[in-house]
């Protein structure tokens, strides 16, 4: 099991910029990938970034270099720096982590919400 828990979620005017961090415990050898999707309301869950062990990035194509995906791993962290938000970037974001159970498997996070004022 891993356990994953958000926070830095937060209103921020237009422009502003804004950090939400993971922290994964519980059993994180099994995780392969953790990043971030976001839902907004009335629209489906889609990926922002994921990061693997490897340390291949990929991310969502609305994201348009305005994001930036790191890892601590040491503190088995994920952050998420967001620089030029915008409205339509007001979701819920979710932590997730993809692990390896023989299968894959995905993780999430209770969700951090992140409004951004016009």
């Known amino acids: 099991q891993v356990q994953l828990v958000e926070s830095g979620g937060g209103l921020v005017q237009t422009g502003g910029s804004l950090k939400v961090s993971c922290v994964a415990s519980?059993?994180?050898?099994?995780?392969?990938?953790l990043g971030w999707y976001r839902q907004a309301p009335g629209k489906q869950r889609e990926l922002v970034a994921r990061?693997?062990?490897?340390?291949?990035?990929i991310y969502g194509d609305f994201v348009k270099g305005r994001f930036t995906v790191s890892r601590r791993n040491a503190e088995n962290t994920v952050d998420l720096q967001m620089n030029s938000l915008t409205p339509e970037d007001t979701a819920v974001y979710y932590c997730?982590?993809?692990?390896?159970?023989?299968?894959?498997?995905?993780?999430w996070g209770q969700g951090t919400q992140v409004i951004v004022s016009s």
């Open positions: 990061m693997f062990r490897s340390g291949t990035t």
């Open positions: 519980g059993s994180t050898f099994s995780i392969n990938a």
């Open positions: 997730n982590a993809l692990a390896d159970l023989g299968y894959d498997y995905e993780y």
